[in-house]
């Protein structure tokens, strides 16, 4: 392309500061130094945790800053070094990713890298490239990247370690979402928690995460799978997508998990907390089985106080664990998965609520604000 070795000048959303919309602005995009890739996003997503940075509660936020972590795009020019992606691949940025050297890359047991070296507050890690610089400048500043995409922007660089390449046929604005959503809850239910088949399941949140849970469960074979969420218009795509049961808790009586612990007699097998919040992760963790019941935590509150867990609880055959990326390697899995996509293995079309101009990112952060969004796709 023209553009190799240039800067290249395009549209990218700002958060200049907290608790304020982002800025459409005008900004330069250097070329990928060492092992960097400059790609082109063709279609990006809003998530939860791009909301986290710049909420007023939020510990740890850097400013200015180009948000985004679920995205696709296309390979614009490569840096000195780059193999494993040349230009005018597809690809998906990896906001985890997998330099396949390091002691959690070659572990089987994670889909951590130790290129992450920030495990208190992965969302402030990869905020600069490895030369501790940026590739962002607007209006004469550098502009900090986040999670190592910041795919808010046309354009974006990133290092070799932080994308994928996918099929040249992928349909980028729909595996778009598994560069975050769908491969978090998904990923969930079948590497982290490993439902099995006949099993009941009770799944918190019924946002992309959450849905992919569904998706999880339903492929996973459990005979129950127990919807919850305080907004009664989901649960059709919920049922339409593998969910037996749907529970709204302002609509009942009592506690949602003495609720559910009555409807299973005594207990899911597996619960997925997908929203955040002790009161949340409380009710998941109460509505699994002593004896073998597992609750995985995949949900992030900004300013939340924690859980607070008893011994006893654990000793009587509960287990909590979490998940980032739903336990996949990004490298290894995210390929296999477009391809399943594509293979009609699974739905992504179901996750996608709304598809709007880049543009208007501000009002796609309203709807996922109001609750009224699944997954918004940004198309530039």
Known sequence: MGTKGKVIKCKAAIAWEANKPLSIEEVEVAPPKAHEVRI???????CHTDAHIIHPQYEGAFFPV?????????VESVGPGVTNVKPGDKVIPLYLPQCGKCKFCLSPRTNFCGKLKNFRNPIGDQKLMEDETSRFTCKGKPIYHFMGTSTFSQYTVVSDVNLVKIDDDANLERVCLLGCAFSTGYGAVVNNAKVTP????????LGGIGLSAVIGCKAAGASRIIVIDIKNEKF???????ATDCLNPRELDKPIQEVIIEMTNGGVDFAFECVGGADIMRAALDSV???????????????DGGLRVSAVELI????LNGTTFGGWKGTDSVPKLAADYKNKKFNLDALVSHTLPFDK???AFDLM????????????
């Open 316 to 319: 009587m055959g509960r287990t």
């Open 40 to 46: 082109q996003i063709i279609a990006t997503a809003l």
């Open 289 to 303: 089985t002593a004896g073998w019941g597992l609750c995985t935590i995949i949900g992030v509150n900004v300013g």
């Open 369 to 380: 604000y109001q609750g009224k969004s699944i997954r918004t796709v940004l198309l530039f």
């Open 361 to 363: 990112i501000n009002e």
């Open 236 to 242: 059709t795509k919920a049922k339409a997508l593998g």
């Open 66 to 74: 180009i948000l985004g972590h679920e995205a696709a795009g296309i």
């Open 198 to 205: 006949g099993s009941t399941c009770a799944i918190f949140g």
